[in-house]
Nanobody
Framework: QVRLVESGGGLVQAGGSLRLSCAAS????????VGWFRQAPGKEREFVAQ????????YYADSVKGRFTISRDNARNTAFLQMNSLKPADTAVYYC?????????????????WGQGTQVTVSS
């Protein structure tokens, strides 16, 4: 069992930055890949980025490539999503998820554990 708690969301102006954290409790965090997803009102949950359990492989959606960076610190059982050059289109609730899946895995249902989400709002 893995429990995930996201933090770091907030309101930021376009062009600004935020760093999201995903704190995990439970055992063997390093054996789980971590994905970040987002969901805007009226839209489906969308894949953002994924990192392998060891942290050596990452994968990004085209819409965030070059602006977002996913990372993890297995000693602290935490994953991160550094978001730079934010745009209003990035406004959504951001979720982290964990699963024993390969990279890339873009489909939400393949992830086993989910956090409660954190709101990111980018103003123009």
């Amino acid at each position: 069992q893995v429990r995930l708690v996201e933090s770091g969301g907030g309101l930021v102006q376009a062009g600004g930055s935020l760093r999201l954290s995903c704190a995990a409790s439970g055992r063997a965090f390093s054996t789980y890949a971590v994905g970040w997803f987002r969901q805007a009102p009226g839209k489906e949950r969308e894949f953002v980025a994924q990192i392998s359990g060891s942290g050596d492989i990452t994968y990004y959606a085209d819409s965030v490539k070059g602006r977002f960076t996913i990372s993890r610190d297995n000693a602290r059982n935490t994953a991160f999503l550094q978001m730079n050059s934010l745009k209003p289109a990035d406004t959504a609730v951001y979720y982290c998820a964990a699963g024993r899946v390969v990279v890339p895995t873009r489909t939400p249902y393949e992830y086993t554990y989910w956090g409660q989400g954190t709101q990111v709002t980018v103003s123009s």
